[in-house]
């Protein structure tokens, strides 16, 4: 895949702070289900948004927009200045989205050759595959991949077309962490070459690692955006955790202590200033065990931003939907 | 490719009737490719009615006559129609219901693709099948059971019945937008095996029970094979014209459906 990033590809040199996508005042219903309640969105040239929130948030509902295949109950959706149903916009945006079934008996070149054949200008076959990491499996059938490999086929005709905007539906759900960390750095060459990219994720991890910028995304509703570190701003503190004896009410009532949690055997606490709360559950407990202090991370700012929807403050499961 | 393919610009697609031309054929390649290494397609498309052909024509009633003619030959028509309604309906409804259900269709939608090629390649896919299927037939029917007949007469059969493929593609597509991604080959079998056995595909047309016999008239294999007779001459009474004005009625009805379906789609959510 290194290999891949230093072959010269067409690059489109993208004109800063040019808007390339945006939904606004956007609602989206599904019967009863109201998926997106009057979003604004918007991704500018060059840049690789990540579009984060846990599942049935609203992220797959907002690039089926964005791809036109689907319509607004209201609201506008503006892909490269025009309608996204538009046809030359389909030229220049590629899309990986989340499949339940491919046709399994086609080989990875095959496809990739059909979905090339679609666009006027494709990337040559032979860098397709190096992009996407496929080289050695271009004779395979598709049905005889394993996850990681599928959703690297399904990556490259995403960017077979050589399109200029990207959307990545859940590009990695499913992916051990090896396959996933692959699919990031051929993200990453896509950037390195001006694409522009939006991702969907409900992994925090991967919005952090190569977003610019994240939106956050919950109930049909965008509830905070920025850069990863502006997200990560929104909530401060330290999570220390420990075995204590401690009953989690006198844990509460310590000054600095905001949350308070149980996990398994231990506690959660989650607190402004740290280093007085651990002096202070030292001088009460000599029983205390197992102490780990870590910052506030992606994680936390991300639970703390969404908390109302997740019931008992468990992540969200990996799931092959997301709406 | 430079700075300006950044621009704004909101033209529709200019493509060369060339490019066009090159996008319908590796649709309808690879589509055939995808449905010749599904065992399960060419397994089923093609053995029942080769199977069936070489039961009843090539060894049951290997010396009989039905309708002045000697079964062998007869049964080239009605199994050849059996045959050409399977890939057809298999090939576009089974693909159809499946690429909708799971996701498959949406991506493909997303890319520049016409929409119109997708269609295409199934009908000729279809169409190819149907056109082995009776040349097996034919072969084996020439080689074992002396089903002999002028070459206009073959040609004309094998027209006719590859054409008539076309009003049970149209039924597929009609029937993928409608079931199932797991439902869709059984909901096929609900409506194929039963019409084939009322249009007499199975037990000659004159050995059907009376009040079959009439529900026949309603069934479009029973015309298709009444056609495909008509050119080995052993057709009905109606005329060729009539049996093809109730193919093209059926094919129209069917695309309606269809279309219905494909606009109802372009407002939903799948996968």
């Known amino acids: ?323 | 490719m430079s700075t300006t393919a950044m621009t704004l610009s909101n033209t529709r697609i200019e493509r060369s009737p060339q490019h066009t031309a090159v996008i319908y054929l590796k649709e309808a390649k690879y589509e055939f490719l995808k449905n010749l290494r599904l065992r399960v397609y060419t397994a089923s498309v093609l053995s029942f009615p080769i199977m069936f052909y070489i039961l009843f024509g090539l060894v049951l009633y290997a010396k009989e006559a039905i309708g002045g003619m000697r079964a062998p030959t007869y049964l080239i028509a009605t199994y050849g129609t059996f045959g050409v309604m399977g890939a057809s309906l298999f090939g576009t409804a089974a693909g159809l219901a499946s690429d909708r259900g799971l996701g498959w269709l949406q991506v493909k939608r997303a890319s520049p693709m016409p929409p119109f090629a997708y269609f295409v390649a199934k009908v000729i896919t279809a169409m190819i099948f149907s056109t082995v299927i009776v040349l097996a037939l034919f072969a084996l029917g020439l080689a074992f059971g002396g089903a002999r007949m002028p070459l206009a007469q073959f040609t004309g059969l094998l027209v006719t019945l590859v054409v008539g493929s076309l009003p049970f593609s149209a039924m597929g597509l009609a029937i993928g937008y409608f079931a199932g991604p797991n439902s869709a080959p059984s909901t096929i079998n609900l409506i194929y095996l039963p019409m084939s056995f009322c249009s007499g595909l199975w037990v000659p047309f004159m050995f059907l029970p009376k009040m079959v016999q009439k529900i026949a008239l309603a069934l479009p294999p029973y015309h298709l094979s009444q056609l495909a007779l008509g050119v080995v001459g052993a057709g009905s009474h109606e005329s060729n014209a009539a049996h093809w004005e109730v193919l093209l009625a059926f094919t129209l009805i069917c695309l309606g459906i269809a279309r219905i379906g494909f606009q109802r789609d372009q407002g939903k959510l799948y996968g």
């Open chain 1, 1 to 323: 895949m290194t290999a891949a990033m230093t072959q010269p590809f067409s690059a489109i040199a993208a004109i800063p702070d040019r808007i390339v996508a945006s939904l606004e005042g956007v609602r989206k219903n599904y019967g009863d289900v109201r998926a997106l309640r009057g979003v604004n969105f918007l991704v500018r040239a060059g840049e690789v948004v990540a579009l984060l929130g846990p599942n049935g948030a609203g992220k797959t509902t907002a690039v089926k927009l964005l791809l036109g295949l689907i319509p607004p109950n209201a609201g506008r959706v503006c892909v490269l200045g025009g309608d996204p149903t538009n046809p030359e916009n389909r030229m220049r945006t590629g899309a990986m989205l989340q499949v339940g079934r491919v046709p399994e008996t086609l080989l990875v070149r095959e496809h990739i050759d059909l979905f090339s054949s679609y666009y006027q200008r494709p990337m040559p076959a032979q860098q397709v595959l190096a992009a996407a990491g496929l080289e050695k499996l271009r004779d395979r059938k598709f049905g005889d991949l394993s996850g990681g490999e599928r959703q690297r086929v399904l990556f490259a005709l995403a960017i077979c077309g050589n399109p200029d905007l990207l959307f990545l539906d859940e590009p990695t759900v499913g992916l051990d962490v090896e396959a996933r960390r692959l699919l990031w750095d051929e993200i990453r060459g896509l950037v390195r070459r001006g694409k522009t990219v939006l991702l969907t994720t409900h992994y925090l991890q991967e919005a952090d690692a190569l977003a610019d910028r994240i939106a956050v995304i919950n109930k049909g509703e965008i509830i905070a955006e920025g850069t990863p570190a502006e997200i990560k701003a929104q909530t401060s503190g330290k999570r220390i955790r420990c075995i204590t004896s401690l009953g989690l009410d006198r844990l509460r009532q310590m000054a600095g202590v905001t949350d308070v949690k149980e996990d398994r055997e231990a506690v959660e606490i989650h607190a402004g200033d740290a280093e007085s709360v651990v002096r202070e559950l030292l001088a009460r407990d000599a029983t205390l065990a197992g102490l780990e202090v870590t910052s506030a991370g992606l994680e936390e700012a991300f639970l703390a931003l969404t908390q109302d929807s997740l019931s008992n403050g468990n992540r969200p499961e990996p799931n092959r939907r997301g709406q």
